[in-house]
């Protein structure tokens, strides 16, 4: 009985349950709700109709959909970068480490032109040090001097094997241009070696309108080995020989006058003059150990391009473009081979041009009077 009863009760409560949850005005027991209650319409939810119901469900559904595609877009690009990054990171991890600047071996001793120079001494250690480290921060320097070094050393060498002067020389031609034909100083010096324009005039080097042979590796070397002789033949050191071409040969005279000294490493010259000896030392050492620091070039497939000295006489001042007509070298390239020439057309006179070896037939052929000079090395371009 108290079972059955139970059960009654839990029925009831269910119902009432049921009545408060979904709020029916329709009373299912008259007993518990009076009969003033306002009848509603069953059909209707809080979105009016039932269909109505279901056009809003359907729009959120759709709603719902674009955002979890904009998600999956975002997520598909979010992975695309994670995966690219891994990679740059791999290739990151497979480059050889670069070692702080103080692991790198440092010199007991340095020399240049066969003048050498004990670091154990503390003013010439900070100098040579301080030359050391800036170009190994700034290591892309010596990378890009070493690839142009392979077109420009070879003749280089050869002229100072000639000459019977220090190969050591060719690293002055480094640190004054970058072995670049087209570098200018804020003073005006111009080409391979620097020459201002009155200095590159006292040794014979002409700039007019047409042509700038501070620029011409040739006669720009000419000048600068018999200037460089000269100022040997007057202080008897290589050293203060590089000290008169940085700032004059006045200067160090004058230097050695007053102050009684005649040892380069021992005078008190201006900041850039005393660095020179030791900046030309210090790419010295990079171009002969440069396993050492770094600094092998892998493989790259260059190979030097033999070129031939062209010499060519012009009656009348013609095109660049006329002359290269037919011959298969742009007129982008011949600048690259003469940088001296400095507008797109050749004066009238004797000129010397560098050109690679079939180019050079190929224009020797359309000017019969053209006189022709086989070279066994590379003719060195512009940068």
């Known amino acids: 009985m108290n079972s059955r ?25 008259p007993w518990v709700f009076s009969s003033s209650a306002t009848p509603v319409d069953p059909s209707l939810t809080p979105w009016g109709t039932w269909d109505d119901s279901l056009v809003h469900l359907e729009s959120r559904l759709e709603e719902v959909q674009r955002e979890n595609d904009r998600l999956q877009e975002r997520l598909d690009h979010l992975s695309d970068l994670s995966e690219r990054l891994q990679q740059r990171l791999d290739e990151v991890a497979a480059l050889p480490r670069l070692r702080p600047l103080q692991d790198y071996p440092f010199p007991d001793s340095v020399s240049l032109c066969g003048e050498a120079v004990s670091l154990d001494d503390p003013t010439a250690h900070e100098r040579f040090e301080s030359e050391f480290n800036r170009f190994l921060v700034n290591r892309h320097w010596l990378i890009t001097w070493m690839r142009r070094s392979r077109e420009v050393f070879p003749w280089l060498e050869a002229k100072l094997a000639q000459e019977g002067m220090p190969d050591d020389l060719k690293y002055v031609a480094v640190i004054e241009s970058s072995l670049d034909p087209r570098a200018t100083s804020p003073k005006g010096a111009a080409g391979w070696w620097q020459f201002t324009r009155d200095t590159g005039r006292r040794y014979g080097l002409h700039r007019t309108r047409s042509v700038d042979e501070r620029r011409d590796l040739h006669e720009a070397t000419d000048a600068a080995l018999r200037y460089m002789r000269e100022l040997y033949e ?23 006058e007053d102050q009684g000294e005649s040892d380069f490493h021992e005078l008190y010259l201006p900041r850039e003059t005393e660095a020179y000896w030791y900046k030309a030392a210090a790419a010295k050492l990079f171009f002969e150990h440069p396993g050492d620091y770094d600094l092998e070039m892998p493989p790259d497939g260059w190979t030097p391009v033999v070129c031939d000295t062209l010499l060519l006489s012009l009656g009348r001042e013609t095109p660049i473009r006329d002359i290269l007509e037919g011959s298969g070298l742009s ?26 070896r079939p180019c050079a037939a190929r224009i020797a052929a359309r000017y019969p009077r053209a006189g022709k000079l086989t070279l066994a090395e590379t003719t060195p371009p512009g940068p």
């Open 5 to 29: 009863l139970g059960k009654i009760l839990l029925g009831l409560a269910l119902a009432l349950l049921l009545v408060l949850l979904f709020d029916l005005h329709e009373p299912l027991l």
């Open 234 to 256: 007057e202080f008897g050191s290589w050293a203060l020989v590089l000290a008169a071409y940085n700032s004059g040969e006045r200067r160090v005279r004058q230097a050695i």
């Open 331 to 356: 007129y982008k390239d011949f600048k690259h081979y003469n940088p001296a020439y400095r507008r797109p057309q050749l004066p009238a006179g004797k000129h010397r041009l560098a050109l690679p």
